[in-house]
């Protein structure tokens, strides 16, 4: 492979590599967002008497004082008045499902483009001498 058509196939791999990554941290942003969504409204479906033994316990009142309530909590956390369903936990979850696929694809897809670039390199290398 001629030299500068090494570096040339060389300098795409790298730009493709690098948009794989940046592409599979985007993806496994949005994951950690829906699932931290999912945990939020499978909390919110729990019931209000499991959310009220979260609170501060007598044994831990001096350490809790200024301690933000649950309700508190609870108010910051889920701004919106509208309460989720179990059916909003599966639409996540099955969110969560398509993304985890999107995830692997874009992974897979990384490894094969890495794998290109370390062979391109390697004839590269082998060429120079």
Do not use: F
């Amino acid at each position: 492979m001629p030299t500068t058509d090494a570096a040339a196939v060389i300098a795409d791999l790298r730009h493709r590599r690098r948009e794989m990554r940046r592409e599979l941290a985007r993806v496994r942003w949005w994951r950690r967002l829906v699932r931290a969504r999912q945990d939020l409204a499978i909390a919110q479906l729990a019931d209000a008497d499991e959310l009220e033994r979260l609170g501060v316990s007598d044994e831990w009142e001096a350490l809790a004082a200024d301690a933000p309530t649950v309700s508190e909590l609870a108010d910051a956390v889920w701004p919106e008045p509208a309460k989720p369903a179990p059916s909003s936990v599966e639409a996540l979850a099955a969110l969560d499902a398509r993304l985890e696929s999107y995830e692997t694809r874009v992974a897979d897809n990384l490894e094969s483009v890495t794998q290109q670039m370390v062979r391109a390199l390697g004839q590269a290398h082998r060429g120079l001498r």
